[in-house]
């Protein structure tokens, strides 16, 4: 069985920092390209960042560039993202998911997310 477990998230202020982590199990994690997605309230969910397999490329929307950045670690099956500069418009739950991952995707298999809230 598949199993992405989230975690990390939490409250911070503007222009803070964090570091979400995914955890992986139920598959070959070093196989598969990952990625994480986020919705916030009341709205569909939002592609962020992809990584490839062997986490030497990475993608993302041009809204997304320059504040967040995504990794891997595979010997740990785990999915990292750092978010940094964080506006209270990043408030949403941020969920990793199996996948290479564009705009408009609705993720197959994905975790139960992270509550990051940003505000002052």
């Known amino acids: 069985e598949v199993q992405l477990v989230e975690s990390g998230g939490g409250l911070v202020p503007p222009g803070g920092s964090l570091r979400l982590s995914c955890a992986a199990s139920?598959?070959?994690?070093?196989?598969?390209?990952m990625s994480w997605v986020r919705q916030a309230h009341g709205k569909g969910l939002e592609w962020v960042s992809s990584?490839?397999?062997?986490?030497?490329?990475?993608s993302r929307p041009d809204s997304m560039k320059g504040r967040f950045t995504i990794s891997r670690d595979n010997a740990k099956s785990t999915l990292y993202l750092q978010l940094n500069s964080l506006k209270t418009e990043d408030t949403a739950v941020y969920y990793c998911a199996k996948g290479l991952g564009y705009t408009g995707w609705v993720p197959a298999t994905r975790g139960q997310g992270t509550q990051v809230t940003v505000s002052s």
């Open positions: 990584i490839n397999s062997v986490g030497t490329i990475t």
């Open positions: 139920g598959f070959t994690f070093s196989s598969y390209p």
